[in-house]
């Protein structure tokens, strides 16, 4: 049976620009789920909690030094901070005057280098929006030099025409046909790139995956010992949900096996996705890897998502396009041996929008010599502050720094802080316990 001419299309256009082969066959696997009608919804009612989860603070083995010398640590970053309305990299984004997210994963990865005697590479997955950028900023980084790249480019697709699904053609600004294909993209693109055989080539054997707006993620050799002691191919870490809970994802059982559901996964009228209490476990996307076990079987197949937007994303007028994505923490339903360990709440701190960066920007939190983001001590184990910025005045970066002029505002006692209008914060400003202020 011969492929429709959506996907031929699709195929060609992706050749045409030199995507690999790898991620070629990942978009077919894709389009062809489209096709049969799969949307990668999990209903509630085809879902079980997960009751118990090994805890990380229960492992006590750590690696051997053999073992930490074949680990890797690998950074997804390949997201603008579009959402925030920057145009440049998020992980340039700063986070404690002075340091960027960049800045603070460059000193945790030489810390830990010097801590474990270990090579440890650091290792980006960039895309094409990022990667100038990001080389850029870690010029004067020599010292992380090893003996493998610095990074390797997240693949593309393009868009679809939500009417044919064919690839849209938008002449005034081409960019804007391609998009990329979620970070399930990974697997892929370590493969294509090439990057999966020069690890191997140089003997690394584990990956210890991180988003770069999670400066929480930091290397374990407790989790790296759990591995290779019991020869598991996939380790992802959760955390014990809270009302925090709004987008990210949460495990779950159907019939019997551990599955990831992802908010676009989530049927519509079905609200018991932030149900914390329920779910109890959240998907932090800090994952290891064993990556013969990549190299023997080939991207594991993970659960289409369909993403509808427009072409041109600042723009609703522009045609609707539905762009295939998928979930690298879906793998954990398709590797067979996969695991999961809960940990501690510090190891997840994202900063998804302008309420996260002024949680990590504010005294909750203290940069620690080595890199570390730790709560600050006033906080005695109380889960981070939630913070809620009027999205009209602050979801912007320039708006939201504008607001702020003296600096953030004292967080480390505070349990809430919800802004109402367009409110301007001196220095010195104090919260304490759950605040409300209105402008």
């Not at 960066?357 to 570390?372: F, N």
Request: hydrophobic share 40%.
């Amino acid at each position: 049976m011969s492929d429709p001419p959506g996907l031929v299309a699709a195929l060609e256009k992706m050749r045409r620009a030199d995507v690999s082969e790898a991620a070629i066959e990942a978009f077919r696997r894709a389009y062809e789920q489209l096709l049969a009608g799969e949307t990668g919804k999990l209903p509630s009612d085809e879902l079980e909690p997960v009751r118990d989860v090994r805890a990380l603070d229960d492992l006590t083995a750590e690696a051997p030094d053999d073992v930490l010398d074949r680990a890797v640590i690998l950074k997804l970053n390949g997201g603008l901070g579009t959402s925030m309305g920057l145009s440049s990299p998020k992980s340039l984004i700063e986070v404690k005057p002075g340091h960027t997210f960049l800045d603070v994963i460059v000193r945790q990865v030489l810390a830990q280098r010097e801590r474990h005697g270990a090579r440890l590479p650091l290792v980006l997955m960039n895309s094409f929006s990022t990667q100038d950028a990001t080389r850029r900023a870690l010029a004067v980084h020599p010292e992380l030099e090893v003996d493998v790249p610095i990074d390797f480019l997240q693949s593309r697709e393009p868009k679809l025409r939500a009417d044919d699904l064919t690839p849209i053609e938008w002449p005034d600004d081409p960019e804007l046909e391609w998009c990329p294909p979620g970070h399930g993209d990974l697997y892929a693109s370590l493969i294509g790139s090439g990057m999966l055989d020069q690890l191997l080539d140089r003997g690394y054997e584990y990956a210890f995956t991180a988003n770069i707006d999670n400066l929480g993620a930091t290397f374990d050799p407790r989790v790296l010992a759990l591995m290779a002691d019991e020869h598991r191919p996939f380790v992802m870490e959760v955390v014990v949900g809270t009302e925090a809970e709004r987008k990210g994802g949460h495990i779950a059982l159907r019939n019997g096996r551990l599955v990831l559901r992802e908010s676009a996964q989530v049927p519509e009228g079905d609200d018991s996705f932030t149900d914390y209490r329920r779910w109890r476990y959240y998907n932090t996307n800090n994952l290891w890897l064993h990556l013969p076990t990549l190299a023997e079987q080939g991207p594991p197949p993970l659960p289409l998502i369909v993403n509808r937007k427009t072409v041109d994303p600042a723009d609703p007028s522009t045609p609707e396009v539905l762009q295939l994505e998928s979930a690298m923490g879906a793998a954990l339903s398709s590797i067979e041996g996969a695991e999961v360990v809960c940990v501690p709440r510090t190891r997840f701190a994202p900063v998804k929008t302008t309420n996260d960066l002024l949680v990590v920007r504010s005294d909750a939190y203290v940069l620690e010599e080595d890199g570390r983001m730790e709560p600050a001590p006033d906080r005695s184990g109380a889960p981070p502050p939630v913070v809620d910025l009027d999205p009209r005045f602050y979801k912007l970066i320039a708006d939201f720094e504008a607001r702020f002029p003296g600096g953030p505002p004292s967080l480390a006692r505070a349990e809430r802080l919800t802004v109402r209008g367009d409110v301007t914060f001196g220095p010195g400003t104090v919260v304490i316990g759950a605040a409300e202020v209105e402008g």
